[in-house]
């Protein structure tokens, strides 16, 4: 089974498909696919298998059960299904195509869509199509146009309502955040974590990830947005967005992978020291919101002229304490003496909001010298976004 041959336009299926007869003609096995479930003469051609059209991952994921059409189905292809249990038509782009007959004859597809696409039940009743604008095609999903090279276009155009530089001092280097609104359009299913943006602006091409699943604030979508440390949006009143594309591939073209662009890091190559007991913070750096992993790694040093000595570094929320015991690192001297001990902690962390960390070291008297050696080996914290 093929769809027939476009009549005006790339990949336009002919407005004349408006009924089981002409589907028949055109069509062979036409019944094996298709049934009659009205979506005739409105633009959409249904698709009814018998194992239905079901949610599969967190991903946006969807899977055709029980039949194949990768040759039939094409990227770019409108798609629309009635969810059930609670009703409603729901919209969405195919972006990825794939079948695998060893998994009850699936296949698979993947869809950006204007509403939420993680329904765990879906109806049988399903419809594709080619026509620029079939019956029920929602404006908050034609904001979306299909490119090549892994890019999905983005009609709307968003404007820039604030903006941050995170770093730039005490040993961390300078990265950019910022928070694009899209007005009057609730993109909030589409516009999800770990989504890659590509946009124009002042003359140049700018890449960012969003780091957090959007929301929706007066019918209008607001996504957070990290430029990582060489794209920082500016003013959209002085500086207006062009040509918005989003991508869910790893790797679409020209998207910087170097991790170093995306990469926060704190770095303090001198001795940081504290010779009191209990806890003291000796260095701070701050996150913006966001899912991250997070790297730290360091030279701990203890000194005590008799008797045990412990030292301890922990990176927290908290100045002068420790509220995470995932990222402590301790050493112990039972004697008296001097010790050195590299220390290395890793975590990934949900930031909801700007935050700054504090580096806290701990002594465990006033006779004890905790130090983070900075010579050698600095105090390095490397936080670079999950979704990379």
């Given at each position: 089974m093929t769809f027939p041959e476009v009549s005006t336009g790339v990949n336009a299926i002919p407005s004349n498909i408006i009924d089981a007869v002409e589907l028949n003609e055109r069509f062979t096995n036409i019944r094996d696919i298709f049934g009659v479930s009205g979506y005739y003469g409105k633009g959409w051609i249904p698709v009814e298998p018998s194992?239905?059209?079901?949610?599969?991952?967190?991903?946006?994921?969807?899977?055709?059960?029980?039949?194949?059409?990768?040759?039939?189905?094409?990227?770019?292809?409108?798609?629309?299904?009635?969810?059930?249990?609670?009703?409603?038509?729901?919209?969405?782009?195919?972006?990825?195509?794939?079948?695998?007959?060893?998994?009850?004859?699936?296949?698979?597809?993947?869809?950006?869509?204007?509403?939420?696409l993680d329904e765990s039940v879906v109806a049988n009743?399903?419809?594709?199509?080619?026509?620029?604008?079939?019956?029920?095609?929602?404006?908050?999903?034609?904001?979306l146009d299909l490119e090549s090279q892994g890019w999905t276009h983005v009609r709307k155009i968003p404007t820039r309502t604030a903006t941050d530089t995170i770093g730039g001092s005490g040993g961390q280097n300078t990265t950019y955040v910022a928070?694009?609104?899209?007005?009057?359009?609730?993109?909030?299913?589409t516009m999800t974590e770990g989504v890659k943006i590509r946009y124009s602006q002042d003359g140049s091409t700018k890449y960012a990830f969003v780091m957090a699943n959007s929301t929706l604030s007066e019918g209008n979508t607001i996504v957070n947005?990290?430029?990582?440390?060489?794209?920082?949006?500016?003013?959209?009143?002085?500086?207006?967005?062009?040509?918005?594309?989003?991508?869910?591939?790893?790797?679409?073209?020209?998207?910087?992978?170097?991790?170093?662009?995306?990469?926060?890091?704190?770095?303090?190559?001198?001795?940081?020291?504290?010779?009191?007991?209990?806890?003291?913070?000796?260095?701070?750096?701050?996150?913006?919101?966001?899912?991250?992993?997070?790297?730290?790694?360091?030279?701990l040093h203890t000194s005590r002229a008799s008797g045990r000595t412990r030292t301890a570094v922990t990176i927290s929320k908290i100045s002068d304490?420790?509220?995470?015991?995932?990222?402590?690192?301790?050493?112990?001297?039972?004697?008296?003496?001097?010790?050195?001990?590299?220390f290395h902690t890793q975590k990934n962390m949900l930031v909801e909001e700007k935050t700054t960390f504090h580096i806290n070291l701990w002594a465990q008297d006033s006779s004890t010298t905790s130090q983070l050696q900075g010579f050698g080996k600095p105090t390095l914290i490397s936080i670079y976004p999950v979704s990379l």
């Amino acid at each position: 089974m093929t769809f027939p041959e476009v009549s005006t336009g790339v990949n336009a299926i002919p407005s004349n498909i408006i009924d089981a007869v002409e589907l028949n003609e055109r069509f062979t096995n036409i019944r094996d696919i298709f049934g009659v479930s009205g979506y005739y003469g409105k633009g959409w051609i249904p698709v009814e298998p018998s194992g239905g059209f079901e949610f599969h991952a967190t991903n946006a994921i969807k899977t055709i059960s029980d039949i194949n059409l990768t040759g039939d189905l094409r990227i770019g292809d409108k798609i629309t299904w009635t969810h059930n249990p609670t009703g409603g038509d729901r919209f969405g782009i195919i972006t990825l195509i794939n079948h695998n007959s060893t998994v009850a004859n699936r296949t698979y597809i993947e869809i950006f869509g204007s509403t939420a696409l993680d329904e765990s039940v879906v109806a049988n009743t399903v419809g594709v199509s080619r026509m620029t604008n079939p019956i029920g095609w929602s404006d908050t999903i034609d904001f979306l146009d299909l490119e090549s090279q892994g890019w999905t276009h983005v009609r709307k155009i968003p404007t820039r309502t604030a903006t941050d530089t995170i770093g730039g001092s005490g040993g961390q280097n300078t990265t950019y955040v910022a928070t694009l609104t899209f007005s009057g359009i609730d993109i909030s299913g589409t516009m999800t974590e770990g989504v890659k943006i590509r946009y124009s602006q002042d003359g140049s091409t700018k890449y960012a990830f969003v780091m957090a699943n959007s929301t929706l604030s007066e019918g209008n979508t607001i996504v957070n947005i990290f430029g990582g440390t060489d794209f920082q949006c500016l003013d959209t009143s002085s500086n207006p967005i062009t040509n918005v594309s989003i991508s869910r591939d790893k790797c679409p073209a020209g998207f910087p992978m170097n991790p170093g662009k995306w990469n926060i890091v704190f770095k303090h190559s001198s001795t940081l020291e504290r010779t009191t007991n209990d806890w003291g913070t000796v260095a701070n750096f701050i996150l913006a919101a966001g899912n991250w992993n997070m790297y730290a790694s360091g030279q701990l040093h203890t000194s005590r002229a008799s008797g045990r000595t412990r030292t301890a570094v922990t990176i927290s929320k908290i100045s002068d304490g420790e509220d995470d015991p995932e990222l402590t690192s301790m050493i112990r001297l039972e004697s008296g003496g001097d010790l050195s001990l590299p220390f290395h902690t890793q975590k990934n962390m949900l930031v909801e909001e700007k935050t700054t960390f504090h580096i806290n070291l701990w002594a465990q008297d006033s006779s004890t010298t905790s130090q983070l050696q900075g010579f050698g080996k600095p105090t390095l914290i490397s936080i670079y976004p999950v979704s990379l």
